[in-house]
């Protein structure tokens, strides 16, 4: 697989060593070559991309189970002026770690990223109950906490994390594969500054947009659909997010597959900017999934042999119309 970013691009992501991030991160050829740097926070990696102190961001936002990560949306949407550039799927197994020799009895107290949390409530709900839940600003840190803090490490406190991060800090798996659904899966997206490009075609792509309103009104949403419905474009979310502006005022969060290069792709973004108060592109990029790169060389086989076929029909128009 050829690399998407050049040998040595520094990528920022939610640290420490052993976030689901990292994982996600690591788990795609394309990101390999870059110098990987573990920050505080998705609002951190973020401002470290948009002020040039790093090439690339790499963030979650969206997990099959607790839905968009909200702090990286807004942050997209409101707050940060970056593109999408690739997106990682990454399947989640959740476990629960804690100091060498500790009972699941004896855990009085879970401590990791809430949305971790999240994805194992019917199990911490059947395991443990009467646990009190503590809120992390990652999985990684969580397990850190316990595996470095002497305070944290009281025999009685657990986290929930990867077992990378269990290793990592010298912790144990005390029960593991705790989410409460098989298919958890969290979609991660590479972000970097307009001025970087957006990719090529490859066939096998997803455009994101969002969508302000002129005016709230009867059919508005509709009108906004009509458009994609229209052309035969292929809608794989669609989320409204309120404005901050007022109560009822609502923007559209829209992935579709296509890439703006699409003359198709152009005309309906065409329209959309014509009849909305504001469109904001967040980026053309190639499409995640383990089919993903059969599909890119299919549409681009198919595409090339449909170029040879209407070529050859245009090779038989005839010359001006007085000769």
């Known amino acids: 697989m050829t690399a998407f970013v050049a040998p040595g691009a520094s990528i920022g992501f939610l640290g420490p060593r052993g976030t689901f991030t990292e994982e996600a991160l690591r788990s795609d050829a394309r990101l390999a070559a870059g110098d990987l740097q573990p920050m505080r926070s998705f609002v951190h990696v973020l401002d470290a991309v948009s002020s040039g102190h790093i090439d690339y961001g790499f963030v979650a936002i969206e997990n099959s189970i607790e839905g968009t990560v909200s702090i990286t949306m807004d942050q997209l949407v409101f707050e940060q002026d970056l593109i999408i550039v690739a997106e990682v799927v990454l399947p989640v197994t959740q476990n629960l770690v804690g100091p060498p020799g500790m009972a ?17 409530r019917n199990w911490l709900a059947a395991h443990l109950p009467e646990a009190e839940e503590v809120a992390a600003s990652s999985t990684a840190e969580a397990v850190r906490q316990i595996g470095e803090n002497g305070a944290d490490r009281d025999g009685h406190t657990a986290a929930i994390g990867t077992a990378l991060a269990a290793s990592l800090y010298g912790l144990d798996v005390l029960a593991a594969g705790i989410e409460d659904h098989d298919d958890n899966a969290t979609r991660f997206v590479l972000v970097a500054r307009p001025a970087s490009g957006i990719p090529a075609p490859s066939g096998h792509d997803k455009t994101s947009v969002v969508c302000f309103q002129s005016a709230d009104h009867p059919g508005s949403l509709h009108g906004i659909l009509g458009q994609f419905s229209a052309r035969d474009l292929n809608l794989v979310k669609l989320e409204s997010r309120p404005t901050k502006k007022g109560l009822g005022d609502y923007c559209f969060i829209i992935d579709f597959e296509g890439h703006v290069a699409d003359e198709v792709v152009a005309d309906c973004l065409r329209d959309l900017h014509a009849g909305l108060r504001s469109l904001k592109f967040l980026g053309s990029y190639p499409a995640a999934g383990e089919s993903g790169a059969g599909a890119r060389r299919a549409a681009t086989e198919a595409w090339q042999a449909a170029d040879r076929w209407i070529a050859a029909i245009r090779s038989n128009i005839r010359g001006e119309a007085n000769q």
């Open 104 to 120: 699941l009895s004896q855990v009085k107290r879970v401590v990791s990223f809430p949305h971790a949390t999240g994805q194992c």
